[in-house]
Structures are given as C-alpha cells and as structure tokens.
C-alpha cells in the first residue's frame, strides 16, 4: 500500500491549502483514512479523520477551519484548510487504517505571520 500526499507549501496567516492523499496498492475499502501532523519537537497528533461510511472527527484545534473528504473510488482523502495560523505550521501525514495501518511521507505545511 501507498499513500501519495500532495498540496503542501507556505502561505500567510488567514490563507487557504488543500491537501490530498491517494491510496494505491489497497484491494478493500479502508475503514477510516486521516490526517495526523507533526511540529518540530512535538508529538505527532491527530488533525481529522474520516470513516468510509462518513462520520468524521475533528481535533479541536482545526474544527471549523479544516474540512476532511474522501472519494472512496478514488481511495483519495483531502483536507481542506481554511483560515490557516502559524500554529498550523507541522508535517502532515495522510494515513489509512484497513487491516493495517499505513502512513503518507507527510507534506510540509508552512504558515506565515
């Protein structure tokens, strides 16, 4: 199984980026696929998640400023970042949970003050 992640950069406080995660090499639907991130000398930590049925979880932190999606056909999930902090700045990785878990090389997020 592999997990492709794109849509990283830099951008200003207040912006906007789109991430996404197509899933490759993976034969049944994954139970739930997500976004986790990791700040310099920080644990990493759970940012959304969303199950192949729909019901999504959202860490406090990002809730009503980030949007996660999936296309199961597709085996894609986005996450959709609005209103982006500094505070936001971290690796993000994509991660999928079928039988196994399963992790992205992780994008770097960047946001300026």
């Known amino acids: 199984v592999q997990l492709v992640e794109s849509g990283g950069g830099l951008v200003q406080a207040g912006g906007s980026l789109r991430l996404s995660c197509a899933a490759s090499g993976i034969n049944v639907s994954p139970n739930t696929m997500g976004w986790y991130r990791q700040a310099p000398g920080k644990q990493r930590e759970l940012v959304a998640t969303i199950q192949h049925d729909g019901p999504t979880t959202y860490a406090a932190s990002v809730k009503g400023r980030f949007t996660i999606s999936s296309d199961n056909m597709k085996r894609t999930v986005y996450l959709q970042m609005d209103s982006l902090k500094p505070e936001d700045t971290a690796v993000y990785y994509c991660?999928?949970?079928?039988?196994?878990?399963?992790w992205g090389q992780g994008t770097q997020v960047t946001v300026s003050s």
């Open positions: 991660h999928l949970r079928s039988l196994n878990n399963y």
